[in-house]
T-cell receptor, first 108, second 115 residues
Framework: KNEVEQSPQNLTAQEGEFITINCSYS?????LHWLQQHPGGGIVSLFM???GKKKHGRLIATINIQEKHSSLHITASHPRDSAVYIC??????????FGQGTRLTINP | DTEVTQTPKHLVMGMTNKKSLKCEQH?????MYWYKQKAKKPPELMFV???????INESVPSRFSPECPNSSLLNLHLHALQPEDSALYLC??????????????FGPGTRLTVT
């Protein structure tokens, strides 16, 4: 069993829909990261959080430390949101443990 | 400037070649990373440098040789690679390694093909 599990692995939705991607982890962490990667591209850090909730534009990330669970929400989804979203956790001296990623496709 | 740059963007090399990948950041970050990413897989950590010293080597074969000549630059020297080493090589940096987790800033990657 992976230390970081994401669901779903693949998600296809229509433009405008509310999107939720989930991440569960089984190890102690110092922080949880949500990353975005467009096809063939580099990785962009969306959020780093250790408690509560963060919001940036149409993106919202939440974390529940007790339940070892985080969610990434996208409101009013748009085709440009199509990408792979990766959950990763920091353990100790900054080594990131990655989930397998969620491939999101938003159709117009 | 919150950018990590990597050169070259693409590299094709034969198994007997020697080449180098370069990564640069000017954010004053003191931790720098090399990752390898195969298609449809998450990145795999290769090396971490902290304050220009090698901090983590994830049992990477010696045909990959990292170098951190100063706090802004990170190189990955490649020699006698195998076709299975073909992948996207990502560089990242973060403020520091100690204590609380810091956000990592990733470069666009170098897509390496070994023929």
């Amino acid at each position: 069993k992976n230390e970081v599990e994401q669901s779903p692995q693949n998600l296809t939705a229509q433009e405008g829909e509310f999107i939720t991607i989930n991440c569960s982890y089984s190890v102690g962490i110092s922080a949880l990261h949500w990353l975005q990667q467009h096809p063939g591209g580099g990785i962009v850090s969306l959020f780093m959080l250790s408690s509560g909730k963060k919001k940036h534009g149409r993106l919202i990330a939440t974390i529940n430390i007790q339940e070892k669970h985080s969610s990434l929400h996208i409101t009013a989804s748009h085709p440009r949101d199509s990408a792979v979203y990766i959950c990763a956790v920091s353990q100790g001296a900054q080594k990131l443990v990655f989930g397998q990623g969620t491939r999101l496709t938003i159709n117009p | 400037d919150t950018e990590v740059t990597q050169t070259p963007k693409h590299l094709v090399m034969g198994m007997t070649n020697k080449k180098s990948l370069k990564c640069e950041q000017h954010m004053g970050h003191r931790a720098m990373y090399w990752y390898k990413q195969k298609a449809k897989k998450p990145p795999e950590l290769m090396f971490v440098y902290s304050y220009e010293k090698l901090s983590i080597n994830e049992s990477v074969p010696s045909r990959f040789s990292p170098e951190c000549p100063n706090s802004s630059l990170l190189n990955l020297h490649l020699h006698a690679l195998q076709p299975e080493d073909s992948a996207l090589y990502l560089c990242a940096s973060s403020q520091d390694l100690r204590g609380y987790g810091y956000e990592q800033y990733f470069g666009p990657g170098t897509r390496l093909t070994v023929t």
